[in-house]
């Protein structure tokens, strides 16, 4: 079972093209910087690294992913060894079962948005966190496993804020346990904590020199689209929790809440609990408001993972979740390389096809036309026509703030003209359009599979760009 499930994982890893986000913090990659807009730094600075040593290719941009996934069954194994002794190595194909068989788990173990460093990251610190407070309970607490997992929680947090939620999440069964509260009178659990705050040093640097921007994003422009209280946004949530995680896992997700296993399997239990509580009620209510994707969740499912091996066992749940993660996988990959079985507008589907057709019509017209400078309408059509083009020339122009807003300099690029790309999902926004002088059409590229028309990419030449001027930049999903 476990082998048909890696063996999806591969195939999608290998042979879809990138997604937008993947291919956008590819581009960040190529953009060394302290942090960026949208996320902490820790994913763009290993795409640089990763693209510097083996060049740009596909390969190279989902390698690191796969390293991480490796990465991540090793801490299963470490769990597993503890949990079931001899008999860990079934434990760990279990685990790999319990993992992919979930979509949440096979989508962003594979695509390198940063959550596959999250995933790792998060699963070695409550690893840590376990080991230390088993040793703090048989009266000897070994502070290095403690410092371990302050820095597996720093590097988290350094790869997506929600990686913070561990942090909570540790904090209560410190708080709740009495037998850990003494813990708090040694100097060295704040040592930990502030371990963890200085390796979010560049992202703090980043927001002292742009006036706070990405915080701001999170905390104040992303809680601003909701609607006012409605259910709407929760049942939403819940819904995709459902799907993502897997039905079947329902029922044993409820009996690991139930649980009260001993020793190191009690400590990580305790902590899998915690964090997951606390993302998920977090998430819940702000879903009361807004609209909150389920695979926020992501490290809250992952703290139970461990624990939700051990409660699955090997019986039907297990072949039914199976069942799922395969006949789940064998769409996303069918999806995603051949034909839209899910859909066009489902996922993206629209964005996955045609861009080596894209580019080479893009190129062809950026030859003829010589324009002064290369955009796109969105921020995922610049960065996939830039990975498809290998190179990090086109820049987004949108009403969206993004990244690319904090590399264009619009004062240098007054009077030129461009070359933009938009589709049909993102048009050439009217606010932009009027940026220029005239804006005319000079191709069409529809990307077709199967007699089915995938999507229809649409390119432009701009003349005698007047700067961004009025036009209002906000953020928007």
């Known amino acids: 079972m476990a082998v048909v499930l890696l063996a999806l994982r591969l195939a999608v890893g290998f ?13 960040w990659g190529q953009h ?11 994913q763009a600075w290993v795409q640089g690294v990763t693209t510097a040593v083996l060049g740009p290719s596909l390969f190279a941009l989902r390698l690191p992913s796969l390293l991480a996934f490796g990465g991540t069954l090793w801490v299963l194994a470490l769990f597993m060894q503890r949990h079931s002794g001899p008999d860990w190595r079934a434990g760990v194909l279990v ?9 949440l788990f096979m989508i962003y173990t594979t695509v390198v948005t940063p959550d596959y460093l999250l995933v790792m990251l998060s699963l070695s610190a409550v690893y840590l966190m376990a080991r230390f407070l088993e040793t703090a309970d048989g009266g000897s607490p070994r502070w290095r496993f403690y410092f371990g997992a302050a820095v597996a929680v720093g590097l988290a947090c350094l790869t997506k804020y929600i990686g913070a939620v561990l942090l909570v999440g540790f904090g209560l069964v410190v708080l709740l346990t009495p037998r850990h509260r003494r813990l708090l009178l040694d100097w060295r659990s704040y040592a930990g ?16 020199q742009t006036n706070f921007a990405s915080f701001r994003l999170h905390l104040v422009d992303r809680q601003q689209l909701g609607f ?41 239990a305790a902590l899998g609990k915690a964090t997951f509580g606390a993302s998920t009620v977090g998430f819940s209510l702000v879903a009361l408001g807004n609209f909150v994707s389920g695979h926020w969740n992501i490290v809250g499912q992952l703290a139970l993972v461990p624990t939700l091996v051990r409660q699955i066992g090997r019986g039907w749940q297990l072949g039914a979740h199976w069942l799922y993660g395969a006949a789940m996988g064998t769409l996303l990959l069918v999806n995603y390389t051949s034909y839209p079985v899910l859909g066009v507008d489902t996922l993206e589907t629209y964005r996955g096809f045609g861009w080596g057709e894209v580019a080479a019509a893009y190129r062809e017209e950026a030859d003829r036309l010589l324009p002064g400078f290369e955009a796109a309408s969105h921020y995922q059509l610049a960065s996939q026509l830039n990975f498809a083009l290998r190179g990090t020339e086109v820049t987004a122009l949108s009403q969206r703030l993004d990244q690319y807003d904090y590399w264009f300099d619009d004062a240098a690029h007054v009077g030129q003209s461009a070359l933009i790309l938009d589709d049909i999902h993102a048009p050439l926004e009217e606010a932009v359009a009027e940026t220029f002088e005239t804006v005319e059409e000079v191709r069409r590229v529809e990307i077709l599979r199967q007699g089915v028309l995938i999507n ?3 390119i432009y030449l701009g003349t005698g760009y007047r700067g961004s001027g009025d036009v209002v930049q906000r953020y928007q999903f």
């Open 456 to 458: 229809t990419y649409r």
């Open 228 to 268: 006012g209280l409605t259910w709407t946004h929760l049942l939403s949530f819940v819904l995709q929790l459902l799907v993502l995680v897997g039905p079947f896992l329902v029922w044993p997700i409820i009996g690991v809440l139930r649980s009260r296993p001993d020793g190191f399997a009690g400590r990580s």
């Open 95 to 103: 685990g790999l079962v319990v993992l992919l068989g979930s979509p």
């Open 193 to 208: 904590v502030a371990l963890v705050v200085a390796l979010q040093a560049p992202v703090l640097i980043w927001n002292l």
């Open 32 to 42: 060394p910087g302290w942090s960026y807009y949208d996320h902490p730094p820790l």
């Open 15 to 27: 042979l879809a093209e990138p997604m937008g986000d993947e291919a956008y913090y590819w581009v």
